[in-house]
């Protein structure tokens, strides 16, 4: 059976070690000065090496070279033994498999026997934060005062997760995520020495992937391979579901243009042609993120594609710092909070819908002592301070007249109504946000939006008697709250519809409302 390139690439030599030179230093100081400790923590995120350089320590500490410097030297019997994993001396225990007190007090029984092969026996325990509190009880002890022939290496990716008293007892290493140029350049070697053709945005494309990681790089790099040997961008983007990258561009370009309806089709061909919707908000957040690098003047340093680069320097023009974080929390938790959802996409429709806040109308400045900008008008600004107390004036409250409840006036309106609503509810203000005004008949009010599950939300009870609530304080008046979805006709075209067509039948019997169903639509019952 082939082995997986990452096994077949593991580094046998502290030379092979990718981007832990502060870490490979000291290790191999203390090798060579014999001052090497009785107990080692290795911290830091998967696949930067830390079991890798367990195993070296392991094996440089039972080399038999005469010269310290060079060891281990992977000649000698006992690196042999090591690398053919046959070195009794070498323990390697999962700590997520072994998570019990009565495991630790077996390892504990068994650490007073002398070593088998080489000088030392040693302990290498993968996520060690698994163990219970009772276990590290239980290993405290051993670590604290272990025999001479014994040395142990605890390995960790949840550093925060190890009690103080394990932490204090240990030589404590921390692992960095591998740069990016680094990991590139890793992956050149293997691509030679494997006769695998790979072009530049391909690798550039895996190594972001990878996050920091060396090991998920070259297992991406052997998933490719494992299907072409002649590997090239688009190959890359299918296989590894990284073809979004293009629909994360168009869908901050439609942020920028408010353009919902372009925004809700991006997201839903994307995920149609089998995008994950997980990865595809945490790609949005991350091209958010090097958005707000660049317009906080540090950008120098991000690892960018100079069309990229380009493309992100034009948008980030039209975005305030403010407003990119913003952006960045909402696609973040879309993100976070996918993977449970009933509906995948409801996260990334509500992320956008929230992002679709038009900024060329803020909110005043200079607000009325009694009435601050973010109340709709006609309501009492006590009930939305801060803390819940309107805010001392000597001035009297000046009454505002209540507006015309009509379709100019709702118009008119419109971004207050926004304002107030979002003020009490973020949830209910971001689907009013993705709503879109088609006429006002009578006591009825009609909105539509882009999707049905978007419409069905915002007529959920709880937002629903919010939003009425809002437009009946701010009109003076019971309002009726009418939502549709699909495309509209709204009063304005009624003038220059002719009479007898279908659109007039449906401004005149359906309020101004013309659905036109999708085909793959189920009927609503």
């Known amino acids: 059976m082939t082995q997986a390139l990452y096994t077949t690439w593991r580094p046998a030599t502290w030379e092979g070690v990718i981007g832990q030179d502060h870490i490979v230093r000291t290790l191999r100081n203390a090798i060579s000065t014999d001052r090497v400790g009785h107990a080692y923590l290795f911290a830091g995120p998967k696949g930067t090496g830390k079991t890798t350089s367990a195993r070296l320590l392991a094996k440089a500490v039972n080399c038999l070279d005469d ?50 092969q080489g000088r030392f026996k040693v302990y290498i325990i993968d996520e060690v934060h698994m163990l219970s509190t009772s276990a590290f009880n239980a ?7 272990p025999p001479s022939h014994v040395i142990f290496i605890l390995a960790t990716t949840e550093i925060h997760k ?32 494997e006769a695998i053709q790979i072009d530049e945005e391909s690798l550039s494309v895996i190594a972001r992937q990878a996050t920091g990681s060396m090991r998920d790089a070259i297992s991406l790099l052997d998933q490719l391979s494992s299907l072409t040997r002649q590997i090239d961008l688009a190959i890359t983007q299918e296989v590894l579901g990284t073809a979004t990258n293009q629909a994360v561009i168009d869908l901050v370009e439609s942020i920028r243009n408010q353009s ?28 958010l993120r090097n958005m707000l690098v660049l317009k906080l003047d540090a950008g120098k340093d991000l690892e960018l594609l100079p069309e ?5 320097s034009e948008q980030v023009q039209t975005f305030s710092s403010a407003r990119l974080i913003d952006l960045i929390n909402a696609f973040s938790d879309a993100a976070n909070s ?26 005043p400045v200079a607000a009325r002592p009694s009435e601050p900008a973010s109340v709709a008008p006609g309501r009492p600004a006590a009930s939305h301070s801060a803390g819940g107390a309107a805010p001392k004036s000597s001035q009297p409250p000046v ?39 088609v006429s006002v008949n009578g006591d009825t009010v009609t909105l539509n939006t882009a999707s049905q599950l978007l419409r069905d939300r915002l007529l959920e009870e709880k937002n629903l008697k919010l939003l009425q609530k809002v437009f009946n304080d701010t009109f003076g008046r019971e309002i009726q709250i009418v939502c549709t979805f699909g495309q509209t006709i709204d009063q304005s ?33």
Do not use: M
């Not at 030297?73 to 998570?99: K, M, P, Q, W, Y």
């Not at 290993?139 to 005062?145: A, G, M, N, Q, Y």
């Not at 118009?411 to 973020?426: I, V």
């Open 67 to 116: 010269d310290p410097s060079n060891r281990p030297c992977n000649h000698c019997a006992n690196c042999l033994a090591v690398n053919e994993g046959r070195f009794l001396d070498l323990i390697e225990i999962d700590a997520a498999s072994n998570t019990s007190v009565e495991d630790i007090r077996e390892l504990r029984d068994r650490v007073g026997f002398s070593p088998s």
């Open 139 to 145: 290993l405290l002890k051993t670590l604290e005062e």
């Open 162 to 193: 190890i009690p103080a008293t394990v932490l204090s007892r240990c030589q404590r290493h921390e692992f960095r995520r591998i740069p990016l140029a680094e990991i590139i350049a890793k992956l050149k070697e293997i691509c030679a020495r």
């Open 260 to 287: 919902a309806a372009e925004g809700f089709q991006i997201i839903q061909k994307t995920l149609d042609a089998g995008a994950d919707p997980r990865q595809f908000a945490r790609q949005t957040a991350d091209y």
């Open 308 to 312: 990229v680069r380009a493309r992100l």
């Open 338 to 363: 996918l993977k449970a959802s009933w509906q995948p996409s409801l996260g990334l429709e509500l992320a956008y819908a929230g992002a679709l806040v038009d900024e060329t109308h803020p909110a």
């Open 399 to 437: 009454n505002k007249p209540t507006p015309e409840f009509s379709l100019q006036g709702v118009r008119q309106e419109w971004d207050a109504l926004k304002r107030a609503l979002r003020t009490q509810n973020t949830l209910a203000g971001a689907l009013f946000n993705s709503a879109r005004l």
């Open 493 to 525: 075209s009624a003038e220059n519809v002719e009479p007898g067509s279908l659109a007039d039948r449906a401004i005149r019997e359906l309020h101004g409302v013309l659905h036109v169903p999708n085909p793959n639509e189920k009927e609503e019952e």
